[in-house]
C-alpha cells in the first residue's frame, strides 16, 4: 500500500512494477540484471477522489500519456529495490504536488503616488540624456 496523506493511499494492485534492464553504462552486469523499474499507474482506473482524477488528467506532464496512464522509469541506483522506492516516491509526489490548491490571484492596481514616481524618474532621465548632447559654443 502505498501512503500518500494521512487519509489517503493507494492499493498495490492499482500500481503495476515492473523490473526491466536499466540503460547506459554500468559494465557486465547491467547486461545480465533487471534492476531498473518501469512504474504504471492508471489514473481513470485508480482509487483517487474524482477531484484529483480529473487535476492529474489536466496536468501537463511528459510522464502521463494521452490514456491517462502515469509512467516512471527508475533507474538510478543500481539495486532493483532502491529503484522501486524511488519510483514510488517520484509518484507519491505527482500525486501530492495536485493536492495542493492554490490561492487565487487578485488582480492589484498600482498606487497614484507610484503611478507618478514612476513617471518623474523617466522624466527626470530624459532631460539627464537631452544634456548629453554636443555643446555648441
Do not use: C, W
Not at 498495490?12 to 512504474?39: C, M, P, T
Not at 482509487?47 to 480529473?54: A, I, K, M, N, T
Not at 509512467?71 to 524511488?86: C, H, L, M, P, Y
Amino acid at each position: 500500500m502505498l501512503e500518500i496523506s494521512s487519509n489517503l493511499s493507494l492499493e498495490d494492485d492499482e500500481i503495476e512494477l515492473l523490473a526491466i534492464r536499466s540503460q547506459g553504462a554500468g559494465g557486465q552486469n547491467v547486461n545480465k540484471v533487471s534492476s531498473a523499474i518501469h512504474l504504471r499507474f492508471d489514473i481513470n482506473a485508480s482509487s483517487l477522489p474524482e477531484v484529483y482524477r480529473q487535476r492529474l488528467l489536466d496536468l501537463n506532464d511528459r510522464r502521463i500519456s494521452k490514456e491517462g496512464v502515469v509512467v516512471i522509469k527508475a533507474q538510478q541506483f543500481r539495486t532493483q529495490e532502491k529503484n522501486r522506492n524511488d519510483a514510488l516516491e517520484r509518484l507519491r509526489d505527482l500525486i501530492k504536488s495536485i493536492m495542493v490548491v492554490q490561492k487565487a490571484r487578485r488582480p492589484t492596481k498600482a498606487t497614484k503616488s507610484s503611478q507618478r514616481k514612476r513617471v518623474d524618474s523617466k522624466v527626470k532621465h530624459g532631460r539627464l540624456k537631452q544634456l548629453r548632447g554636443r555643446v555648441d559654443e
